[in-house]
């Protein structure tokens, strides 16, 4: 490693870790000192990280108020120094931070709330994939269905939530003062996921979980309908699961049916 490499690298560890003795660094300035200096450029590196956090948590940052948001990017800025080339990633660890923290975790709302957000952006920005549409379901034979497997998509993302974040997500999004929140004895089940250019949540039955994480699984249709029959009634499971099936590919959230010995349509 050359020394300008060297001195770059020490740099860098010093501006993002108070910890890092950095005065010998840098030339002192006209007026001042040279950690004087050091302050300003740690000042300017959590500046930039808090502006990457405010724009992928626009939710958040209404729900707290700026300076309860920048009080708590400071905090994760310090737990979570940015790692990677591309500032995308540098929010990955956020709703964890929230869920753990002492400073949060007696408000899980506010790390569900990010969990939200995350999930939405992540949707977003996910990879490109193919969409099957009821015509292309149709021309599966009646006596090869029970065995078709469904290739959830890349976008799609389900997870649990014990608060209300569903509807404080969707009164920030009007630009309506929140709702209370509420803690829930039960847990709600968010799916999110990617409809056309732009994502989109919904909140879904204990059984519609189920039956998208057992999709995810790689489990047949008719497994699907055996573990549906355990929820409510064995008669009418059949329908049930025909019914969330006609829902995902509606949404396009099936990106490929698969038949046994048989290439992916």
């Not at 007696?106 to 957000?117: D, T, Y």
């Not at 990879?127 to 599966?140: G, K, N, R, S, Y």
């Not at 630009?175 to 732009?198: H, K, M």
């Not at 509606?250 to 048989?262: D, F, N, T, W």
Request: proline fraction near 6%; include cysteine.
């Amino acid at each position: 490693m050359t020394k300008l490499a060297e001195l770059q690298l020490l740099m860098q560890r010093a501006i993002a870790s108070r910890s890092v003795a950095a005065s010998g660094l840098v030339a002192a300035p006209p007026v001042g000192n040279a950690d004087d200096r050091i302050a300003i450029y740690r000042h300017a590196y959590v500046e930039r990280l808090t502006e990457f956090l405010l724009h992928d948590y626009e939710k958040l940052r209404a729900y707290l108020g700026f300076v309860r948001f920048s009080e708590m990017a400071g905090r994760y800025i310090s737990a979570h120094p940015s790692d990677q080339p591309n500032a995308r990633w540098f929010s990955r660890h956020l709703p964890e931070f929230l869920k753990s923290s002492p400073h949060y975790r007696r408000h899980p709302e506010i790390a569900e709330l990010a969990l939200l957000e995350r999930a939405i952006n992540d949707a977003f920005d996910g990879p490109d994939h193919p969409i099957v549409t009821m015509a292309q379901l149709a021309i599966i034979a009646p006596e090869d269905f029970p065995a078709a497997t469904f290739l959830i998509a890349p976008t799609v993302h389900r997870f649990s939530v014990w608060t209300n974040v569903a509807s404080l997500w969707s009164s920030l999004k009007c630009g309506e003062t929140p709702p209370p929140s509420e803690d829930f004895a039960v847990p709600s089940e968010i799916l999110v996921w990617r409809q056309g250019v732009g994502s989109r949540f919904r909140i879904v039955g204990a059984e519609e979980a189920m039956a998208i994480d057992k999709a995810r699984d790689g489990l047949s249709f008719s497994l699907i309908c055996e573990t549906i029959a355990m929820y409510g009634d064995a008669d009418t499971a059949g329908l049930r699961a025909a019914t969330y099936l006609r829902g995902w590919i509606e949404a396009e959230i099936i990106a490929a049916v698969q038949l046994p010995g048989v290439e992916e349509k």
